[in-house]
């Protein structure tokens, strides 16, 4: 058997000799001395396919194709040559087949699904001509299913313009497709265009009235855009056509709660309120019993630490959830992670590495979720993502393990009365008044309550660009939803008090024009005309995001919710940052981030004391760069940027809080 395999070998070689030379006939003879000894050979019977086309006999190509394909059938280059044979004979429905055969293969490639999307549209125009408008309407669709799968692939691959493109050819194929103008629709709101997204929404409720996902989608476009309470309205609608709809349960629920951090109208008190009521609510529906804990009762050895989050993956939290786990004592906690992360990357698969055990949670019940727990014997369980979205909160309105926490994800209490703890520190949450607005207990790291590492290779710190503007540049990276409008007339309020400086504003939102536009009205009306406006989409690239600072010579907090990651990377990229202290946690982030770089003196009291302080830097350029040159380094040596110190700290935090419960009574 080697031998007759090692002859036709040598017989297939000696017929490619031929082929590569243009023997095609002495090619041809080798080729079928092979299929002698072999009928079925499928790589003679794909070459005297190619040899039939060269000769432009297609029929024959195709022929010799086909018999090879029922030997290898996921050879998707044979797929590919016997659709392009039925092409050539103007065939397109038998082009189509194959290419759509080639397209289901596990590859999924590309070019299978563009080019059985042509081979439709050629099929329907043929259609056209014969005056069958069935045909015509039929293929149409079909041609447009390909080109929307040709924009989801694009989709993955982050060739967003590609997919538009695809998706845009489809909706004219396919105009009364619902799931297809969601699929564009989702595309342009994920792209910061939400203005453009939402006529698509409604086209789509328009073609399907009982479509959840688009009344559900057209939501979110209409939160991006600010016009929350048309937004409630759809997700409302869309929990009446689909009650188990997992974003709008979301939306309704913590999703209000999340927006309430975003208003400056609502006092402590009730935003403590709000949440209060929500995880009383949360747990009253509960019909599982509170189980009871076996966990051994020792306090020093080492704890079964786990963690719960959605966004074990690119995210601004991993700039100090990461710092934290890999600077973890293995000797001292055991660590687990919990991850309802629905799209896997690089930092997910760091992580998994990094770890004694990996859950995925995307798709588990809530019960489920706290059977794993419990296998996993966990001693200490913290959230990180409050009332964030994909949160896995519901879960925790049963105890899933002795010590329950939450840290990090979110700028308030979660309300649930079945958390114990809220790790923070004594600036953002100072002991007293901040006590009485959660119901968790508070536990004050030392120093701050988080740490800042930044990506390899930051960008360098550069001298205070308005040295050689000639000009001041404020400017804020903020989520707009922060950018309220009593934020707006603050900054112009400090436009008009500094002559000639400008404001550099970056959002994802700002790649939609109408957003653009909405922003340069509400500047014009205070006064500030465009031309000292610079209205940025986001750099989706990193290092070159941060780049962008070497363009700001004064950042500006938002409030009430201040920035956190915007803040960290402001500072560390050398700019100064002024803030407004408020009266809740949200509202005094900045307070705890500045004070950590030596900058307490920039954070105000009042909204005139913000305007001053900001003026007052701007004035003075010389001292301006003699604080943003050495910022860097002093955040670099303070709690804020010491990661070995931070875990410490917390795992100093986390002892104290297990002997707590291992020195309560039992139930």
């Known amino acids: 058997m080697k031998q007759d395999a090692s002859k036709l070998l040598r017989q297939l070689s000696v017929g490619r000799e031929h082929h590569r030379a243009g023997r095609l006939r002495e090619a ?21 396919g190619v040899i039939a086309a060269q000769e432009g006999r297609h029929a024959a190509a195709a022929d010799f194709l086909a018999k090879a394909l029922a030997r290898d059938t996921q050879n998707i280059e044979l797929h590919h040559q016997l659709a392009a044979a039925y092409r050539q004979m103007g065939d397109y429905q038998r082009a189509y087949d194959a290419y759509r055969r080639a397209a289901a293969l596990p590859e999924r490639f590309l070019d299978a699904h563009v080019e059985c999307a042509f081979c439709a549209e050629e099929v329907a125009r043929q259609a056209a001509e014969r005056g069958d408008g069935a045909g015509e309407a039929q293929w149409r ?48 709101t994920k792209m910061g265009r939400p203005s453009e997204g939402e006529p698509l929404y409604r086209q789509a409720i328009a073609a399907d009235q009982h479509c959840g996902r688009a009344h559900n989608n057209l939501g979110i476009a209409l939160r991006d855009l600010g016009r929350r309470e048309e937004a409630e309205a759809a997700f409302r609608h869309a929990l009446e056509l689909e009650p188990d709809r997992v974003e709008a349960v979301y939306a309704l629920g913590s999703g209000r709660l999340m927006n309430l951090c975003y208003r400056s109208d609502v006092s402590a008190e009730a935003l403590f309120e709000a949440h209060r009521s929500w995880g009383a609510a949360l747990v009253a529906r509960q019909t599982e019993p509170a189980p009871v804990f076996a966990n051994i009762r020792d306090t020093e050895r080492r704890l079964r630490v786990g963690y719960v989050s959605p966004d074990f993956r690119e995210h601004s939290t991993n700039h100090y959830f990461g710092p934290l786990l890999s600077r973890h004592d293995s000797g001292v906690v055991e660590v687990y992670l919990y991850g309802e992360v629905r799209e896997p990357d690089a930092v997910t698969k760091r992580y998994q590495d990094r770890v004694q055990r990996w859950r995925s949670t995307v798709g588990m019940s809530d019960a489920e979720f706290r059977r794993c727990v419990a296998e996993d014997r966990i001693d200490v369980l913290i959230d990180l993502a409050g009332h964030t979205a994909s949160t896995r909160l519901p879960a925790l309105a049963v105890k899933p393990a002795p010590v329950t926490a939450t840290w990090l994800g979110y700028p308030c209490t979660t309300g649930l009365p079945t958390i114990d703890y809220r790790l ?151 700019v100064p940052v002024v803030t407004l202290i408020g009266d809740h946690h949200a509202s005094r982030v900045g307070l705890s981030l500045v004070t950590q770089a030596g900058l307490a003196h920039l954070a105000a009291t009042d909204r005139a004391g913000y305007v001053r302080i900001a003026a007052d830097l701007a004035r003075d350029l010389g001292a301006l760069n003699a604080l ?26 986390l002892r104290e809080i297990w002997r707590r419960w291992c020195a309560s009574e039992p139930l």
Not at 31 to 48: F, I, K, T, W
Not at 461 to 483: D, I
Not at 628 to 652: K, M, T, V
Request: glycine share 6%; proline share 8%; aromatic share 6%.
């Open 28 to 48: 041809e003879r080798a080729y079928r001395d092979v299929l002698r000894r072999d009928r079925g050979n499928p790589v003679a019977l794909s070459l005297l």
């Open 424 to 574: 923070t520190d004594a600036l953002a949450d100072p002991p007293g008044a901040a006590d009485h607005q959660h119901t968790e207990t508070l536990i004050r790291l030392p120093g701050c309550f988080l740490c800042y590492e930044p990506p390899p290779g930051l960008p360098r710190v550069t001298p205070a660009p308005g040295l050689a503007n000639g000009h001041v540049t404020f400017g804020s990276f903020n989520n707009l939803a922060k950018v309220t409008p009593e934020v707006v007339e603050t900054w112009a309020a400090i436009l008009r008090e500094v002559p000639r400086s400008r404001l550099l504003l970056k959002s994802k939102l700002f790649a939609d024009a109408t957003v653009r536009q909405s922003y340069a009205d509400r500047f014009l009306s205070l006064g500030i005309a465009g031309e000292r406006l610079d209205f940025r989409p986001m750099i989706p690239n990193q290092i070159e995001h941060l780049g962008t600072y070497s363009e700001v010579d004064i950042g500006l907090d938002p409030f009430p919710y201040n920035g956190t990651t915007t803040t960290s990377e402001a500072m560390w990229m050398g």
């Open 628 to 653: 943003r040159l050495p910022l860097r380094e002093r955040l670099r040596a303070s709690p804020h940027g010491d990661a070995p110190r931070f875990a410490r700290n917390f795992e100093a935090a």
């Open 141 to 188: 669709k079909r041609a447009a299913e390909q080109l929307r799968e040709v924009g989801r692939l694009h989709t993955e691959v982050l060739s967003v313009v590609r997919a538009l493109m695809a998706f845009r050819r489809a909706i004219e194929l396919d105009p009364g497709n619902a799931e297809l103008l969601c699929d564009t629709a989702d595309l342009l």
